[in-house]
């Protein structure tokens, strides 16, 4: 397995503590693709309109003594390569790229417009997951809820059965189970189905009696050994359906989720200041 050694992403982990002068620099080498101009401190300081002394102080803040030492690593990086020789490695890395691939395949474009809308049009949305998947309800809710969906995730059942009492058709309900087989959660999407709401399902497992309580049904990636957690999270294929459907609700008046994501960013900072 070769993978390219590249600066950009220790650009990047820096990149938050740069001045704007330095973020101007590092924004050139990050989406810079042509090694072949010449990168003397003062064509680069010419080209950027910022000093030369500019330059070595943003490669010192990279750590390198100054900017002959930072341009030689980064033209290396653009030949270099490196292989990843323990099997270990290879398996974990190997794992990711295909649950990956796996949710490639799987992603339907037509049900995400949906999950988007149903997201939209309810009044309430609610969140069921338990154990890892409760931990996903969770992030689900703190993502959402920053773009000014009415959400709450809930991960203990004594919590699920009390709040069937607040489910009715202005309710969406979207349950969590790698497994298909949370029994739990299974029942709390019955339940839900039955005082008219509309329900999701987050699975792996494609078992088309699902579709007796559950309006749409998510299928996400899974490998043999997913579910017990080893090496790799069950978490990380829910997730990545998570941002995608994210993408399609962020979407829609784009401008106001942003407004009100900016707000909540501007709340937690001035109750870091107290």
Do not use: W
Request: net charge neutral; aromatic share 10%; hydrophobic share 40%.
């Amino acid at each position: 397995m070769r993978k390219e050694v590249n600066m950009i992403p220790l650009l990047e982990s820096v990149y938050p503590h740069f001045t704007p002068v330095e973020r101007e620099v590092a924004d050139f080498f990050i989406h810079n693709r042509d090694y072949s101009i010449d990168f003397s401190s003062k064509n680069i300081a010419k080209q950027l309109h910022v000093s030369e002394p500019s330059l070595t102080r943003f490669a010192q803040k990279c750590g390198y003594s100054g900017y002959r030492q930072f341009i030689f690593d980064y033209k290396e990086s653009s030949k270099q390569k490196t292989r990843i020789s323990r099997e270990l490695t290879q398996r974990v890395l190997n794992d990711y790229e295909e649950l990956l691939q796996k949710t490639y395949q799987l992603v339907n474009e037509e049900l995400l417009f949906r999950v988007a809308d149903l997201l939209i049009r309810s009044k309430r949305v609610y969140i069921y997951g338990q154990g890892s998947s409760g931990l996903v309800a969770q992030e689900m809710k703190l993502r959402f809820m920053r773009l000014g969906l009415i959400c709450e995730a809930i991960t203990d059942d004594h919590m699920m059965r009390m709040n069937h009492a607040l489910i009715d058709e202005s309710t969406l309900l979207i349950g969590i189970s790698v497994s298909g087989q949370t029994e739990t959660i299974l029942k709390s999407l019955k339940l839900a189905k039955m005082n008219h709401a509309h329900t999701i399902l987050l699975t792996a497992n494609n078992d088309k009696s699902f579709k007796e309580y559950c309006d749409e049904i998510i299928l996400v990636a899974i490998k043999s050994t997913l579910s017990q957690g080893k090496i790799i999270s069950p978490q990380f294929p829910l997730l990545i359906m998570i941002d995608i459907f994210y993408a399609y609700f962020l979407e829609d008046n784009r401008t106001e989720k942003e407004r009100i994501f900016s707000s909540t960013l501007a709340a937690l900072d001035l109750k870091n200041e107290h």
